[in-house]
Every structure is written in structure tokens, then in C-alpha cells.
């Protein structure tokens, strides 16, 4: 799986507008970017996944460059309970391909 | 609907003593793997089951460390002769079968063991 480098940490204020970045360089064509966050004491809980294209869900947008070497999630309103570790993780779907997790990048949500 | 469950959410024991951690996949999902973190770590791969095929144990730190699924739905990881250096959150996940567009890992709240 491709190595992925995010800043150690990042501040954000109460209902603006989080933007995590991470970068991909070495990405393979069939590699996904996956992003996971981990809230203290907690499991990682999966936030979004994309291959090319820019994805959107509940909780978060994806934004992925078009040479697919680095990449963005978007937190739109950012709240206290959004701070978190946040993991950007690029692994190919194929049998038994696990989570390689890196430090990830602390966000501190600030009131 | 309910998420991976896992169990005892905390365990203490003695150092020498072995352990036995349980988790509940999402059903349906045939993938499950179990990971560790260490305090202040990264989460670290350990093992992983895919339907009858023989799993992956690739990551297990050491021969005292072993896992079973029984039935394609529950699993166990075992630790022997428990070392203070096995103290960690132990995190099992589960998916969909990979290969089929579902492969996301739903982890669960994981269990804190703590050898003393």
C-alpha cells in the first residue's frame, strides 16, 4: 500500500469549516483513500472512501486531486465532537488487504 | 443495526496468566481482523479471517498469540502466558466479503487489557 503524510495536528474553530489534508504520491491506479477517525477511547470509525471521484456523505466530503497524489476531507461544520484523530489510509480492495494506519493528524476543535 | 460488539470491554490480569477476548462481527460480514494499539501507537494488524479460508496471521507479534473463528461469525484471540508488554486496546473489525465493492472495515469499541 501506497505511504501517506499528514500534518501531526490541526486547530479548527467551532462551526467553520475542517479541511484535513494528506498526500499520496505514490498512489497505484487500483488504490483507494480511505479516511478513519478515532475519537478518544473509541474504535476508528469510518468515515468516507474514494477512488477518483470527489464522494460526499453525511458526515463528510472527499476531495481527491486529478492526479489522485494527494487528497481532502472536508468536516462543512465542524463541532466539539469532531475532535479527533483523523487517518488517511490508500489500500488496494483485495482479499485480506488490511488497514495500514500511520500517526494521523490530531484535530482540535476549539469553542 | 448492531455494530461489532466486543468483550470485556476491560480485563486485567496477571502477568502469566492467559486471556481471552471475544468479538461479534456485524452479521453478514464474513472478513474479520483484529488489531492492536498500543499506548501512545499506531493500530497494528494482527490476523484476519475470510470465510473457510486459512487466515492470515501474519501479524502476530508471537507464537503466544492465537485466534479461531468458529461458525464464520465469532472470534477469539487468545493470549498465553500474558506479558506486561501485551497491555494494549485490542480492536476487531469486520466487512463485507472484499472483492465485492463493500469492503469497508467497521471496527468495534475494542477491549483494554492491562497484565500487571
Known amino acids: 500500500d501506497a505511504k501517506t503524510t499528514q500534518p501531526t495536528s490541526m486547530d479548527c474553530a467551532e462551526g467553520r469549516a475542517a479541511n484535513l489534508p494528506c498526500n499520496h504520491s505514490t498512489i497505484s491506479g487500483n488504490e483507494y483513500v480511505y479516511w478513519y477517525r478515532q475519537i478518544h477511547s473509541q474504535g476508528p470509525q469510518y468515515i468516507i472512501h474514494?477512488?477518483?471521484n470527489n464522494e460526499t456523505n453525511e458526515m463528510a466530503s472527499l476531495i481527491i486531486t486529478e492526479d489522485r497524489k494527494s487528497s481532502t476531507l472536508i468536516l462543512p461544520h465542524a463541532t466539539l465532537r469532531d475532535t479527533a484523530v483523523y487517518y488517511c489510509?490508500?489500500?488496494?480492495?483485495?482479499?485480506?488487504?488490511?488497514?495500514?494506519f500511520g500517526a494521523g493528524t490530531i484535530l482540535r476543535v476549539k469553542s | 443495526g448492531a455494530g461489532v460488539s466486543q468483550s470485556p470491554s476491560n480485563k486485567v490480569t496477571e502477568k502469566g496468566k492467559d486471556v481471552e477476548l471475544r468479538c461479534d462481527p456485524i452479521s453478514g460480514h464474513t472478513a474479520l481482523y483484529w488489531y492492536r494499539q498500543s499506548l501512545g501507537q499506531g493500530l497494528e494488524f494482527l490476523i484476519y479471517?475470510?470465510?473457510?479460508?486459512?487466515?492470515?496471521k501474519s501479524g502476530l507479534p508471537s507464537d503466544r498469540f492465537s485466534a479461531e473463528r468458529t461458525g464464520g461469525s465469532v472470534s477469539t484471540l487468545t493470549i498465553q502466558r500474558t506479558q506486561q508488554e501485551d497491555s494494549a486496546v485490542y480492536l476487531c473489525?469486520?466487512?463485507?466479503?472484499?472483492?465485492?465493492?463493500?469492503?469497508?472495515?467497521?471496527f468495534g469499541p475494542g477491549t483494554r487489557l492491562l497484565v500487571l
Open positions: 474514494g477512488l477518483k
Open positions: 473489525a469486520s466487512s463485507f466479503e472484499p472483492g465485492q465493492g463493500k469492503e469497508t472495515q467497521y
Open positions: 479471517f475470510q470465510g473457510n479460508s486459512a487466515p492470515d
Open positions: 489510509i490508500v489500500r488496494v480492495m483485495e482479499y485480506g488487504n488490511k488497514l495500514v
